[in-house]
Each structure stands twice: as structure tokens, then as C-alpha cells.
């Protein structure tokens, strides 16, 4: 029987990224509280009035990529009482996450040590499938020609269910010139993969510290905005790299049944109370 659009339950996925943690809290760049910033992101996400299903961090966990770092990251994040599932970006080290967070089985189902973070998991309705594409002691990604075999066998498990794909580095330019040059190599493989699996609803990314979205493979591919800082928005291809204490936040995907994939923007902080339109008549507040 089919559903009907009350019947259906939906589903909620919190999207952060780019957390740059620093052990003991140190700043980022001497200015940036990333740990505070997490908290406060934290914070945010548990005051929403429905509480996400589970949070995919996609990359840029902390900052150095030091064990240290990890554990730091691991006390703040056990604030959060939903499942977190983590990849790697280019500042994390694959083998000291893989260390510190060795309960997450996750992690492990491609490799271990150094070897790259890919993993398949169902999340309600939803799979969702971490590629990884950094490239150690690079800042730029790479699609691994290599790695596509286990990405399209990943596709094949379940090509009914709505599929969230997630990687650091986005597949296109932004125009954010200094950050297009430490972007993803060989997207195209990538696009030609995704374009043969519909099931794709959205390529989750992070590296940009802003929301930015672009078609990608006949799906839609986006960004996440940080927790703490963003990076400046400036489309002039020989941009200077800078950053700006832009309003921080982060994603919430929501999956309905009915309606599909509708992607909120979330800002994170508090802002304040909520306020009716109407009187108690049901008149607008002139
Ligand atoms: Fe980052
Ligand atoms: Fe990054």
C-alpha cells in the first residue's frame, strides 16, 4: 500500500565538516576556537526541534592530524548523543584517526592504517558511502582510478535506496581560485561513475568552508559551511587565501518517503526566540 505523506516517517541527517580541531584547544591560525566552535555547533544541532538521526563529518576532523588532536575530538564529540560517523579530509593522517577511534568499525571496512577510509553503511532509509580522495601530505584530492571498482561494487549493494556519497574535496570549481588549485583531481572518473547510479541523491563535501552547490553527474553536488571559520568569498581566480568569521553552521539533509531529499542550511548559535506571524485570531501581525 502506498504511503501517504503524514504516514511517512522521515529521516535526518546533520552534514558538518571542516572541524580543524587543536589539542587543548589551541587556536587555529592564533585566532580561531575550533573546539568552542564545535561545542557551540553541538550545541545548535541538539536544540533543533527534531533531533537529526545521525552526523557525517565529512573531513578536516583536526587539524595536524595528531593523535593528541583525535582524542581531543573524541572528548568533545561525545556531547553528541546520535551516531557520528567520520572520513578523513587533507589535514587529518588516516592511521592516528583510525587509532583513536578504533570502536568505529566503520573505519576499517576497506583497510586499516594509512590505507584509504572508504565505507558503506545503512543509515535508516539512506545509505550513505564515504570516498575517499586526499592524498597524504597533499592539500589537494585525488580520484584514484584505482579505488572506482570499490566505489561502483558499493553502488551495486543497493541501487534502490536513496544514496548519499561523500568526499572532502568537491568535484568542481567554485571560483575560490586558491582553493580550486588544491581541489580534486580526475572528477571526471568520478562523474562518469555517478552518473550511472540514480540512486545518488547528493554528493556531500566539505574543504571550502562555505555552502556551495553545482550539478554534478545528473545530481547535485554541495559543500558544507564550517562550524568556526569560512573561507572568504572571493571569485577572483588569483585570490589571496583568507578567511572570515562568517556566521558558522552546517547542513541538515532531510530524507522523506514522499517528498525525496530537501537540503536545510543551518546557522549555528542562538538566535534568539521564535515568534509567531499571526495573532491568536489568526491574523497576520500587522
Ligand atoms: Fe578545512
Ligand atoms: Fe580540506
Redesign the pocket.
Known sequence: MMQTASQATPYLVAHIT?L?IKAGGKLSYRRVDTADALRQCIDTLLALPQRPDIAVVTG?LVDFGSEDEYRFLRGILEALPIPVRLMP?N?DSRDALRRVFADHAYLFAAGDGDSPVHYRIDAGPLTLIAFDCTVPRHSGGRVDPDALPWLEAALAVAPERPTLLMLHHPPFHTGIGHMDQQGLENAALLEAVVRRHPQIERVLC??L?RHITRRFGGTIAMTAP?PAHQVALDLDPQAASRFRMEPPGFLLHWWHPVHGLVTHAAPIGDHGPVYPFFDEGGRLID
Open positions: 571542516d580543524h578536516d579530509g589535514h566539505g574543504h568552508h564550517g
